[in-house]
């Protein structure tokens, strides 16, 4: 069992910088693939980025690519989103996961076991 906390959203304006965290506890999180979704109003779930567990491979959704990061700190129990450029767009609640499977990444919702409660990013135009 893992317990996944965000934080770090808030209100910005497009064109600025924000940087949000899922602190983990229970369980090192050295032995998940973690990856980061978000969910704008009256919208679908979506796959952000996915990171896996040495953080040697990354992946990010096509509409975030050349703007966020994903990252690891596995000594910090931490996973981070850096995103960039943010547009009004990218409003929605942020939230990351832990996958206990055997493969290297995922980007399906259906391959992650544990979830946080998430962080509302608001980007004002």
């Known amino acids: 069992q893992v317990q996944l906390v965000e934080s770090g959203g808030g209100l910005v304006q497009a064109g600025d910088s924000l940087r949000v965290s899922c602190a983990a506890s229970g369980r090192t999180i050295g032995s998940f693939t973690m990856g980061w979704f978000r969910q704008a109003q009256g919208k679908e779930r979506e796959f952000v980025a996915a990171?896996?567990?040495?953080?040697?491979?990354?992946v990010h959704a096509d509409s975030v690519k050349g703007r966020f990061t994903v990252s690891r700190d596995n000594a910090k129990n931490t996973v981070y989103l850096q995103m960039n450029s943010l547009k009004p767009e990218d409003t929605a609640v942020y939230y990351c996961?832990?996958?206990?499977?055997?493969?290297?990444?995922?980007?399906?919702?259906?391959?992650?076991?544990?979830w946080g409660q998430g962080t509302q990013v608001t980007v004002s135009s």
């Open positions: 996961a832990a996958s206990d499977g055997r493969g290297t990444i995922f980007i399906l919702q259906r391959n992650y076991d544990y």
């Open positions: 990171i896996s567990r040495s953080g040697s491979s990354t």
